[in-house]
């Protein structure tokens, strides 16, 4: 019997053939395997090689901008009142910041600096800094291998906290950056203004190759008004980096930045310290919060010192503002930021009547010798019942006893009401300017435009006409009457003004007829001390009046003086100078507490702003002077003859080194 294997095996050459079949596929899958590749190493290496290493050198080489120093700025002494400060500054590479550990990134810093991760912090404006992740992803639709500065002015234990910590911290960096140092602190901050980040709403105006948008650029006074001048041409530099974007040499040599060019501003530092002091003792010792000063020369346009009160500390502004600090400055009730000599809107009240003076004598409605009676009150008859004296608006004088006959010079001097009324407005059968020719001669003394100084946010102030008041009041309450054009000529209804605007008009007076465009900036130089361009007075016009009825104009001012509503009995202005002078008392409307009427005095009176400007000395003007004294708050009626012009006559004496005002002692008992 034949015996089979239960397991019968195939022929050993059918093994064989499928091992080899098995072999054969695997060696042909090896050789596509690398044939791929190969074709995946040529494309990379040889077709986009060149692609790919420019990627791993814009990873590893950077071309970086080096900020330009700013440029310094100093007084008309040659002292510095602003200048540059090293300090430490955080900055974010966004494309060394990766997405994994962004969170985490942005809540270290913002830890570490006191700043929010995101979101615009409540109550934040121009000039505050936004928070940690839209500073970076402003910076990262720019450009992502560039450093965006977060925080300037970094304390320095923060700065060295963060640098220990730089590997938890990718794409940050700690740098030496300069900030502003503004040397005389707040003094100076109205007219220097500071620096911040771009704002978003101005992010348009400056989207240029120059501007990073997280460069700091000036937003207020001559920083921002002179920034093209300050801030020079940026520089740039080859670096090498690591993963974390830390620069681990340069390569090459850098192209050096342009500094800036340094400024020489008109003011006298010293002279605004105790103008400056001597505004805020007045203010303080009257009960007021807020005024202004101005002092300049009449010949140039000059400022030699602008004060505005209450002011700001510009400092707080030099590493950016933070939230609770700009919340601060942003909603204090008296506004701080404000400029007053040039931003605060004021009716002139009697130091307007300058204008109707010297229009009135050149358009021949009065002559030198004419008089005009002030009985201390006009009345003005109802056009539709002219025979009833009980319809009949009165008009009065300041003095209700009335001044009797005066000419120009003396209605000057003792700022006479209806002297004012008439010739401006005309009454019974004497035909004075009208609201048309008394506007077209304020206008060209330089009222209801801007004077065109180099800072921002002046304001053109307001010449009504009835034009205006149509517009601003509508047919039914629109119509301009005689009464209107009586208040304008006294400086009071819609007539508003800037303290710059007074002092060009003084100034206008003084100089015999010449309007200058205030002036703040003296000279450019360039770093190595040489002037670039120089500031010559600049004539915005020569008023047409004959320079004899002007001289008309001053002789009623300096015999306000000496014998009028500025005499040295009340104002303490020094004998050893001739002084030229007009004082101001000017109504205005602040709603009571019910809003039902205006804020009246105990005997029913509105209240007033102080007013007084002055030039000196008469013969040969040197300086021209505007002190405002805002009566809000004060909660009586204020004089310019016994507040604003006692201040002008410690400025004048300060100016011209003079002693201090002392009483006269009263005699006692013999």
Sequence with gaps: MELRDPFPRPARNDDHNGASARLIVFRVFVVLVFVVLAGRLWQLQIVRGEQYRQRADSNRFRIEAIDA???????????????????????????????????????????????????????????????????????????????????????????????????????????????????????????????????????????????????????????????????????????????????????GDPIEPVPGHNLYLTIDTQLQRDVEGI????????????????????????????????????????????????????????????????????????????????????EGVVTPDTLIDDPGVILVKNEYFPDDPEMAQPFYCWLRSGHGKLDVVGAIAHSCDVFFYEIAGGFEDFRGLGVDRLAQYAELFGLGAPTGIDLPGELAGLVPTPKWKRKRFGADGGVWTTGNTYNMGIGQGDVLVTPLQMFSLTSVVASGGTLYRPQIIQRVVDTQGETVERMEPEVTREVAVDPAHLALVRQGMRRAVTSGTAKAEWTHLPPEIDVAGK??????????????????????????????????????????????IDGRGVGHVIEGSRVAAPIAADIIRTYYGLPEWQPTPTPGPQ
């Design 69 to 251: 120093p700013r440029g310094v700025i100093y007084d008309r002494g040659g002292n510095i009142v602003v200048r540059n400060k090293a300090s430490f500054a955080v900055s974010v590479v966004p494309a060394n910041l990766p997405a994994e550990q962004e969170q985490h990134v942005y809540q270290k810093l913002a830890d570490l600096l006191d700043m929010p991760v995101s979101g615009w912090p409540a109550g934040v404006g121009t000039g505050a800094r936004p928070s940690i992740r839209e500073i970076v992803e402003a910076g990262r639709a720019r450009d992502p291998y560039s450093p965006v500065l977060v925080k300037a002015n970094v304390p320095r234990d923060t700065a060295l906290i963060i640098e220990e910590t730089h590997l938890s911290l990718p794409g940050v960096r700690v740098e030496t950056a300069p900030i502003r140092e503004y040397t005389t602190g707040p003094l100076l901050s109205h007219i220097l203004g500071y620096m911040g980040s771009i704002p978003k709403e101005w992010a348009e105006a400056y989207d240029s190759p120059d501007y990073h948008p997280a460069d700091r650029v000036g937003l207020a006074g001559v920083e921002y008004s002179l920034e093209d001048v300050l801030r020079g041409e940026k520089g740039h530099q080859f670096v090498e980096v690591d993963v974390v974007g830390r620069i681990l040499r340069m390569i």
């Design 583 to 628: 004082t101001g008392t000017a109504e205005f409307c602040q709603p009571n507490a019910a809003g039902t009427d205006c804020e009246r005095d105990s005997d029913g009176n509105l209240l007033t702003h102080a007013w007084f400007v002055a030039f000196a000395p008469f013969e040969a003007p040197e300086i021209a002077v505007v002190v405002f």
């Design 279 to 362: 505004l805020k003792g007045a203010l303080e010792e009257l009960g007021a919060s807020s005024g202004a000063a101005v002092v300049g020369d009449p010949g140039s346009g000059e400022i030699m010192a602008m004060v505005s009160l209450p002011r700001y500390d510009n400092g707080l502004f030099a590493g950016g503002i933070s939230a609770d600090d700009w919340e601060e400055l942003a909603n204090a009730p008296l506004n701080p930021l404000l400029n007053r000599a040039i931003a605060g809107l004021y009716p002139p009240g009697s130091i307007f009547k300058l204008v109707p003076a010297a229009a009135a004598l050149e």
